[in-house]
């Protein structure tokens, strides 16, 4: 009975959808993703382009979902992903890189980008290169999957509702819920870890407080983090409040949220 | 149905083996230094007895966190039918047999959740006694003793345990193997008493209970919930491990096979800040301040429905769980009902300097540690 | 057993349920009509498989719309005849209401329903009635009028006031046409802003719902059906009471985002009751000991 509405997607192109997957700047762990089970993608999609995994690839042409790694770090970034948003219908930032910057532009907020290229390739340096940014600050992004690397589970599952034409539900409730439902101990409150399970957004499944490791933030805030309470119950455990704000921000998040906690903080102290 | 009986603690390997002859036993088991779980056991030697409270309810074992309901194919719509096994859950505080006593009340409530209800029918509940930790408060909520349809109730007497049969499946248990249990000797009677009375002497915490949905109503706007509110971290560690946080979301599992999926219910959390959005982006809950009270509320006032009750059996697992230290649920009824209470933002602000007066204008941790209003 | 029972504990007992069917299991209906009505709001019909099932539907109900794969919404049904058909006035506004925009007729959906609590008919019977809608609240409120008109001899007078932020955003233009020509009602339109060079074919006013209802011949006697954006309520209130209405006079339909629609997932739950189940039409004084429901 449902089958009117589920094969219509196909039914509209008449051809099997195609994608394409893409990197900027970035350490090629959800391309790798990816590739792991493109074996699942490949009945429904047709792979347009995958430069990181095939030597023939598509160019100037349309493709129904790209799925785009990395932030935009460079100016041949910034110019390939004007492209792929001109080409693609639906636009996946797949990783922390791409959709909130991750440590290249969490990690490097208090450096000018002149000089990180300096010191990291000479003055007289080639390369040119612009601050970090998300894919968000520059087009267009439909579905924004986050992860250091991407959640497999969450790969797939975004594709299927994208190949049925409709947008993806991606939760972002914290990391603690996980760790929760796994019964681990709190390594916050028993070990007096720096967790920031709190703060992050789930979906690693709290895989490193079920080793007993503080969480990082490595898959970018949750939902409406709440920063200066985290930063206020670090403080408490005796963490240093430079040492908080660069684990808070560490792995990107928007600069507004930044700004806001920086100031608040300020002003409490 | 209300039968005792005893037996000797050194022979509690027999009584694994008759709890297995039912079905699969879970039971307390230590995961790190200060907690504990209900995971499945083989052996009484894994068995935690000194555990006073496991990180996630027993709640879990009926209420799941993660579990499939519907599902859909070409065929159409199907309702997923509950996987159930005969289990046992042993070790069960009476703080627990009266959440789950909630829990029973709301799923079974009109219309009754098919899933919930099959497990908990293929299930044993084998409560034990306890004694209180400074976080423990079950007796002011009135939870103290075990209530629910639990089977079988365990009260350690020293050489023995004291079993209270509670229900045709405990008692059918017990019968069949009646050389094994005795029944309770006028002094085993008297030690069971006796046990009783010390625990009910031995809570630390504790609060009067009679005036509290009166006090959470007119306490609605205290400076307390902006207090507490401002340090929580809207994390959601409260709710997963409250007996008797129900709330749930269901969400669409949709399958790369063009017309299949599922549709699961999953734990949810009051404190997550999309939990009362409706469309168009309002939020009537948009702070943590709005989020924490409302919690409160349920847990302490009840609501306005059939099922009528304060939803806190007192277990203390979110004050043990709450990295921000405000789910302090005893000291913060004691403020409400301006009596001496000790916050954690008390302290917080007497090391920002409080003015060590009882000048009444600040929060600072007087002598008495009285409240200013 | 030592025990101090503050809060009385009533046990049920888990082994006298027998086996029953899911609450969430919807019923197959059918897609037969789309209506664009304006940019973002739609009229879907839907042909039901059981219809016996929404046959009790009353106007203020409302139903949870499922789009398999995607997820479920609560709708308030929108036609005040349930026999056989069931419309719905959705805006595009989230995943679930973007994905129905993509349906074509033929196409299937899930519905479950009719739930909550809708506008007291009976307590209406033989009374002057005034409907307040704002915005896409016209929904409930036009099942309501539909439902009134067919048995228009056992009501009052019916006054019925219709305020939205721009004349764009004006729906079910057509009917409103013919209610304006209607002398056993009175209809009052208003906009706060009129776009767009094409005018209006119904006669309405530049300003607020507040403003019609200044304008409005209501007296103390009436009883009021509102729904409308939250924002809206505490103002029409005050100007209610300003006429003479006592809270007990008044309902509202108040909007939270009701998942399982069974008085169980907490989603909906406003100052302790749940809308999905003692809602979403609530009288205006049983609200009043209700925290955080609505400012007023």
Redesign the interface.
Known sequence: ???SN??K??ERSQTIPSIAVHGLTGCAGELLVILENLE??I??VRVASFPFAQSSNEEDRPVDIAFVEGSVSQPHDLERLLKIRAQARWLVAVGNCAVWGCVQKGGCRNQSTVSLLHETYGEDSPIECLPATPLQDHVRVDVKLSGCPINATQL??V???L??DHL??I?S??V??EC??R????V???QNLPCL???TAGGCGALCPTYGAACYGCWGPC????ME??A??LE?KGYDMQEVMSRLFAFGAPDELFERVKKNLTAKS | MERTATFKKDQFEQFFCLLKSFGKVFAPVR?????F?FKSIESPSQIAFEALR???PPKKFFFQ??EP??S??????H?VKPETQQQVIFGVHPCDL?GL?IM??????S?????Y??R??ATMLVGLSCMPDKHCFC???????P???YDLFLTDIGDKYFVQIH??NGLNLIESMPDFFSRPEAQEDQTF?DF??T??KAFSSHF???NLPAIM?ME?NSQVWDDLG????????CT??CPTC??????????????R?E?VRE????Q?????????D?N??PG?V?RLK?WY??KL?????PHG??TCVGCGRCT??C??GIDDIVNVVLRLQGKPSILVTDK?KTQAGGCGTSCGDCQCDTADGDQHA | ???????????????N?T????????N?AKLRSITPMSQDNYLFEFLLDKPEEFSSCMPGQFVQL?L??????PISVCSGRTDGTLELCV?K??RV?GALFNLTEGDWV?LRGPYGIGFPIDDYLGKDIVLIAGGLGIAPIRSLWQYLLDRREDFGKIVLIYGMRHSQQLLFRQELKLLLRRSDMRVYIAAEEVIGPDLPTVSWQLGRVTDMIKQAEIDPGFVAAICG??VMYKYVVEELKQKGLSPSQIWLSI???M??A??????C??G???TC??GPVFRMDSLR????VIEC
Not at chain 1, 183 to 186: F, G, L, R, S, W
Request: glycine share 8%.
């Open positions: 009975m449902l089958s589920m094969s997607g196909q699942q993608l009945p429904y797939l599952a594709t299927a509702s190949l049925r993806p539900y939760t409730k914290p603690c819920l929760k439902l019964e681990n101990a709190c916050l409150i028993e399970g709190p703060v939902e409406q983090p709440q309470a985290m206020t119950i408490e | 995961v790190s230094e200060k907690s779980s496991t990180i996630l966190q993660h309901i519907l859909y194919d070409e065929n159409g719509i309702e009266a006593g029973d009340k709301v799923y079974t409530a219309p009754p959740d098919p899933h209800i099959a908990r029918q007796k002011s909520m009135g939870t103290d003793s209530t629910s349809d229900s045709a008493k009783w009375t625990r009910d009067e209970s009679e109503d609605w401002n340090r929580c971290l809207s994390c959601g560690n997963p491990v129900y709330c749930f979301d269901m969400v669409d599992v949709a399958s790369l096979h063009a017309n999926g549709r734990w949810d959390s009051c997550f800040v999309g939990f009362a959005k409706v469309a168009g309002t009537f809950r943590p709005d409302f509320r349920h006032h009840g609501f306005e429905d009750l304060p043990e769980s990295p921000a917080k | 057993m030592v025990t101090a029972s503050a809060i009385p504990q009533m046990v049920i007992n888990m082994h349920h086996p029953c069917q899911s609450p969430f299991l919807p197959q499922w398999p794969g995607v997820g479920e919404s805006r506004a989230g209401t899930g954006p939250p909007e939270r985002h998942k399982c069974v008085g169980k997932c907490g989603h739950f406003v302790g009751t749940f189940r003692d000991f209700l925290p955080e």
